[in-house]
């Protein structure tokens, strides 16, 4: 059922930019930062989604995701492989004896400019090439022209063409204008069945930002306190240090706490954040700065 | 529905190792003498005091205490030195002062750090709050000196003289610079004095004065506690005195000189009324409640102290209010991750936990989140009272600590009434999605300082002030130069 | 054997660049025994129009930058000058200034940056004005920089003048466009260096050295510039720029004083005419 969205809570964006400024100032040092490092590094769903993908990339993509340092004893794996729809099986494969999940978009990602038919194709496909996990991209353009119900509806049907897949639903944040659009998208997708509201597709200008990660985790939150339902959210693109994971892990930590704090429930849709966190874990150990050369690029 | 806060579901798990700031590359003497006429000299009758780390009480220097005779001579330095600075080109004052701003900057951390020893507030607070503020404040005054035939219309200004400023222990350098940066850019020379439990920073700033290059004699800061103020205040060659502090005091200066024709500015207390409508951003809302009470242990004489929430949205706001307070870190004022460092000094904290304790006699609901907090120092977790009226003590009188007396109201006439219904008026913030609601309130409000979703925000460009008990004049801002210029 | 130095090349300023103009051509500097000291670069038409693009394009992050900020740039400037204040006595000494003078006219461009650093937070206090209107509004009118601004710099005191009219522009939150003097031309690129160094962004000031007469008609009749500062008081000029600028009504400030060292050559006024006026509305009825 389509909640009410009249009754949202507002958001002022300078007093959220300034709750973020607090989380981007703890200092994370020592045991909590390589507690933190290792956390955010299982929470990588590690991606690739260009045009120019063949399955030789995405072989040597996941060929990493198995083998990130073999010089580094005791880190977890990335959370999951994130691919376009026909690559799924190559990665399906290639991780086998893992418990790296694949991830795969669907829904003529990015744009989501297409018939519901399409989507439902594109899913479905998806699905039976052994996705774990299906990344959906909302009519953004329905979204805006206050088509509610068309978005709410269209995420309802491709949940269902999910079958046992998890969902989780992209609402392009960055094409939403305001924080208080982002509050009723992740409603909308929430209310419609979602597993996890994430925020870009890495493919426009801006992709994740705090103030909007923060939004969509404050959705999370009332949402469990009415529901008593679990949301898991995933922020992606443009997070690509491991500074700047940290720090979003510092707003996961105060805003939802310890149950959230887990890849079941937060990813990171990154590709270069996995050799940064690793650089910092080395450096934690040994306390010499590192160079990319000592790390494998796949 | 779920409480938030009563199950603990949204519980932080991750703890941050502590974070402490160096404290290597900052100098702090054994031993501070006055800064008179351009030197560090000794007091005449050659007492010191102490001054402690109230996070850890213990000594962390001493300073010298300036006698009626050492008041004297800094007095006279100033007024020797008034005639050749009043004459100076303005552009030429406004030099030195763009110097001493540039020279916090570069020493700023060592600055931050010496504050929060001093003074017990979070380093995340001093060093991107206090001293950023007070080199901007020196900053944009240094910029008035050769302009001020701009600043009144159809006036003439000139300095007023010899200024006697004495200042709080809650924003020790900040204070320092809302008073010196106006009066010297105006052409005054100043004898300063510092609170007593906080006169490092201030010592500190004395040596960049000198390392400025400022003529002797136009900036002297001689350290004391009250009987070096009252030499300063009742000092006949003193024009202008301002006081930032406590009513009770700023009545008695008034008392004092009365008859003469000193020139006076006070900054006082306050009991800052900060009103929650049920159409606010509530989670910014909360978040400003936070910033309005708990920001410097509520050190703050424009603290949002007393919360007036609409009824309707009452529940949900304390709610989600517990649940942030259960994230604050109270703790050492130097781990970066602080939130609520120590109380100023165990004098403070005697009065702040009396007023807990009145106001739990009084009758009213006390809520405290449990605090990890060190054995040794001063340390008060973020307090909350529930259900307190206009009638209670804890309302009425300024506690100056993280204590946040909660009341609720029905409709705007009600609220307004309310909130003017006090001796003070020094600030009050309005929390409201609507704008029509937002000037209504600004305009109805009896505050020198309103905030409209948000609070506790201080700019050199923006004036700041009280109305009634909460004092005159302004600080910052066009209107902070007038305190310190007459007119032919 | 004396050591042989290495000459400096002048080129333009444009988008926090240094490129040559694209046309290639140049025009001699010569001392006071008419030996040449630079070729500098003779500046077109489309390096003016590069110039506007960059200046347009860096606009509005300029004017949205603190005040604070602007200040604080405007001060480093001066800071750099000040460092390299010997620097600029030569160039004006060589192109044929005495020394007293040149020191004289490099001392006022400092203290001129620095009165106009000291604008930067305040002519907003005393331009603007909330209107008590009749009716149950907040209204308050505030400046606003007019956006980009071409500049055509005096003639006389090559440096003092540059800054004189570039200055008040700059810290009202405009991006500029600049021709230097045609006679005195040398520190106004020196000086491009010094705004490389001071935190200013790319684009903002934008330095051209080249013909008054070959560029004037550009610098007036661009359509995606707001206002034009001409410094001098050739009739025709002023008459050209006045024509010119009606295609899109650019704003025309014309400064005829030479005697750029007089104190009535600074004020807050400066920077108010490169302002234009908002006034906002609000109910205030609940």
Redesign the interface.
């Known amino acids: 059922m389509i909640p009410n969205l009249n009754n949202l809570?507002?958001?002022?964006t300078?007093?959220?930019m300034?709750?973020v400024d607090r989380f981007c100032?703890?200092?994370?040092?020592?045991?909590?930062?390589v507690?933190?490092l290792k956390?955010a590094l299982s929470m990588i769903d590690l991606t690739t989604l260009e045009g120019k993908d063949t399955p030789g990339k995405v072989k040597q993509l996941c060929y990493k995701a198995m083998h990130l340092h073999e010089n580094l004893n005791n880190i977890p794996t990335v959370a999951a492989i994130c691919v376009y729809p026909t690559y799924v099986k190559i990665a399906k494969n290639e991780l086998k004896g893992s418990d790296i999940q694949v991830a795969s978009v669907a829904t003529a990602f990015p744009s989501g400019q297409s018939s519901l038919a399409t989507k439902l194709m594109d899913t479905k496909f998806a699905v039976e090439q052994g996705a774990d996990e299906i990344d959906m991209v909302i009519s953004r353009g329905e979204f805006l022209a206050g088509q509610y119900n068309f978005v709410f509806d269209e995420i309802a049907a491709i949940k269902e063409a999910c079958g046992e897949a998890h969902l989780k639903v992209i609402l392009e944040t960055g094409e939403l204008d305001t924080l208080d659009n982002v509050r009723k998208a992740s409603e909308i997708a929430m209310y419609a069945g979602a597993d996890f509201i994430k925020t870009s597709t890495g493919k426009i200008q801006p992709a994740a930002t705090m103030p909007v990660t923060y939004v969509m985790l404050?959705a999370i939150?009332d949402f469990?306190?009415?529901t008593?339902k679990m949301i898991g959210m995933k922020p992606a693109g443009g997070i690509s240090t491991s500074k700047i994971a940290l720090q979003y892990?510092?707003m996961l930590?105060?805003?939802?706490?310890?149950?959230w704090?887990d890849k079941n429930y937060f990813r990171f849709g990154a590709s270069s954040l996995a050799n940064d966190i690793l650089m910092q874990l080395v450096k934690s150990e040994t306390g010499f700065y590192q160079s990319s050369n000592y790390f494998s690029k796949d | 529905m779920t409480k938030i806060s009563d199950k603990n579901i949204f519980t932080a798990s991750w703890s941050y190792d502590k974070a402490l700031e160096s404290t290597d590359h900052v100098y702090i003497k054994d031993q501070y003498e006055l800064f008179v006429n351009g030197d560090f000299i000794k007091p005449v009758e050659g007492k010191y005091f102490n001054t402690v780390n109230p996070a850890t009480n213990k000594v962390i220097s001493r300073v010298a205490e300036a006698s009626a005779a050492d008041v004297d001579m800094a007095v006279m330095a100033a007024k020797k030195a008034f005639k050749k600075w009043s004459a100076l080109s303005g552009k030429e004052r406004g030099k030195y002062i763009f110097r001493i701003a540039r020279l916090i900057q570069e020493r700023a951390k060592e600055f931050a750090v010496i504050e929060s020893l001093d003074g017990g507030k979070p380093i995340r607070e001093s060093r991107d709050i206090d001293i950023p503020l007070a080199a901007n404040h020196f900053f944009y005054y240094a910029g008035w000196a050769d302009k001020l035939s701009y600043a009144f219309p159809n006036r003439k200004p000139s300095p007023v003289g010899v200024a006697g400023q004495i200042i709080p222990w809650n924003f020790p350098l900040l204070m320092a610079a809302w008073k010196l940066a106006p009066a010297l850019a105006t052409g005054n020379t100043v004898v300063l004095k510092p609170a007593e439990t906080t006169p490092l920073t201030a010592l500190k700033l004395a040596e960049i004065i000198k390392e400025s290059g400022i003529p002797d004699g136009v900036v002297n800061i001689i350290t004391g506690a009250g009987q070096t103020g009252a030499a300063l205040v009742e000092h006949p060659y003193i024009d202008k005195i301002a006081f930032t502090g406590s009513t009770a005091v700023g009545k008695f200066i008034k008392n004092a000189i009365a008859g003469t024709s000193k020139r006076l500015t006070l900054e006082l207390g306050g009991k800052g009324a900060n009103i929650i409508f049920e159409d606010a951003a509530i989670d910014q809302a909360v978040e400003g409640i936070v910033n309005a009470i708990f920001f410097n242990q509520g050190h703050v004489c424009c603290a949002g102290s007393r919360l007036f929430v609409q009824e309707s949205v009452a529940d949900l706001v304390i709610d989600k209010l517990k649940q942030r307070m259960n994230s604050l870190m109270v703790g050492d004022p130097l781990d970066k991750n602080t939130d609520i460092g120590a109380i100023n000094s165990k004098k403070q904290l005697e009065t702040i936990e009396s007023y807990i304790r009145i106001g739990k006699d009084e009758g009213g609901e006390i809520y405290q989140p449990k605090c990890k907090v060190p054995k040794e120092g001063n340390w008060c977790p973020p307090t909350l009272f529930l259900n307190v009226s206009q009638s209670h003590r804890i309302v009425q009188e300024e506690i100056f600590g993280p204590v946040l007396a909660i009341q609720t109201f029905r409709t705007i006439d009600e609220v307004i009434e309310k909130a003017n219904n006090t001796p003070f008026g020094l600030s009050a913030g309005v929390w409201t999605d609507k704008g029509a609601k937002i000037f209504h309130l600004t305009q109805k409000l009896n505050a020198g300082v309103v905030w409209a979703n948000t609070f506790n925000k201080f700019d050199a460009t923006s004036p700041f002030g009280g109305y009634k008990e909460s004092g005159f004049g302004r600080e910052g801002g066009l209107h902070g130069l007038k305190p310190y210029v007459k007119f032919d | 054997m004396s050591r042989l130095d290495i000459h400096k090349t002048y080129k333009l300023y444009i988008g926090g660049k240094f490129p040559r103009t694209e046309s290639g051509r140049y025009f001699p500097i010569t001392d006071k025994k008419a030996n040449v000291i630079a070729n500098m670069c003779l500046a077109s038409r489309k390096d003016f129009r590069n110039a506007v693009v960059v200046a347009r394009n860096s606009q509005n992050a300029w004017a949205s930058t603190s005040a604070l900020n602007k200040g604080q740039i405007l001060y480093r400037i001066a800071e750099m000058l000040e460092g390299r204040k010997e620097q600029f006595i030569k160039e004006i000494e060589n192109q044929g200034s005495t020394r007293k003078r040149a020191i004289k006219e490099v001392e006022a461009a400092i203290d001129r940056l620095v009165y106009y650093a000291g604008w930067s937070d305040k002519y907003q206090q005393i331009f603007s004005a909330v209107n008590p209107v009749s009716s149950a509004h907040f209204n308050f009118s505030a400046p606003e920089p007019m956006g980009v601004v071409s500049i055509i710099a005096p003639e006389e005191h090559g440096l003092l003048g540059l800054v004189s009219a570039v200055a008040p522009a700059l810290v009202g939150g405009n991006t500029v466009v600049v021709l230097a003097s045609g006679t005195l031309p040398l520190c106004s690129i020196s000086f491009a260096e010094v705004l490389h160094s001071s935190d200013v962004p790319a684009g903002v000031v934008n330095i051209l050295t080249g013909d008054k007469k070959e560029l004037i008609p550009h610098m007036a009749s661009h359509m995606d510039v707001n206002a034009i500062i001409y410094c001098g008081k050739d009739a025709d000029e002023i008459k050209k720029i006045s024509q010119l600028s009606s295609n899109n009504l650019k704003r025309n400030i014309f400064y005829k004083k030479t005697d750029w060292f007089n104190e009535h050559t600074q004020s807050p006024y400066f920077i108010e005419k490169t302002q234009e006026i908002k006034t906002t509305w609000h109910p205030t009825k609940i």
């Open positions: 809570p507002s958001y002022d300078l007093g959220v300034e709750r100032k703890r200092s994370i040092k020592n045991t909590s930062k507690e933190g956390l404050d939150k469990y306190l009415k008593g892990l510092v930590n105060e805003v939802l706490g310890e149950r704090m």
